[in-house]
C-alpha cells in the first residue's frame, strides 16, 4: 500500500515497531527523572561538605541541566520514532545517544568528585545509552527493509 505522497505503509498486520525497544525507553524516562533528581541531591550534598571549587560546581550543574535536556529529546524522539514506524526520528534519536552516553562519562569519570553513588547511577545509564542504540539500530534496519 502506498500513500498519495509517494510514501509507503508496512505491510497489513505486520508490525515493525519494537516493544523491546518501547520498554527500555519508558523505563530509562523513569529512571532518568530519578537520576536527575539524585545527582542534583548529590551536588547540594557535594557543595556544602566537600571543598567543591565554585566554578566546577556550576559548570557540572549547567552540564546536568543541560544533559536534561538533551536527554528528554532522545527519548522523545526515540519512542516517536518507534511507534509511528519513523526512520527520521529513530535516526535522530540514535545521533542524540552519543552526547547522552558522552554526557554519562563524564559524570561517570571526569567531573571533580566522583561519588560510587554516581559511579553505579552512570553506569546504569550507560547501559540504558548501550542497550538502546543497539535496538534502535535494529528497528531502524527492520524500518528501511519494508519503508524505503
Known sequence: MQF???RKMAPRGKRLS????????????WY???????????????????PYPAANLVLDVVML?????????R????SKGNLCQRKMP????VALTFPSAMMASYY????TYVLRLEAILNGILLFFCGTELLLEVLT???FSRYCS
Open 18 to 29: 519494537s516493544t523491546t525497544l518501547e520498554i527500555l525507553l519508558f523505563l530509562n524516562g
Open 90 to 93: 529513530l535516526a535522530i534519536s
Open 75 to 78: 527519548l522523545f524522539f526515540g
Open 32 to 50: 532518568y527523572a530519578t537520576y536527575f533528581l539524585l545527582e542534583l541531591l548529590v551536588f547540594l550534598y557535594k557543595g556544602i561538605l566537600l
Open 65 to 73: 541541566l543541560l544533559y536534561l535536556g538533551v536527554e528528554i529529546i
Open 108 to 111: 561517570l569519570l571526569l567531573q
Open 4 to 6: 498519495p505522497w509517494g
Open 140 to 142: 531502524l534496519g527492520a
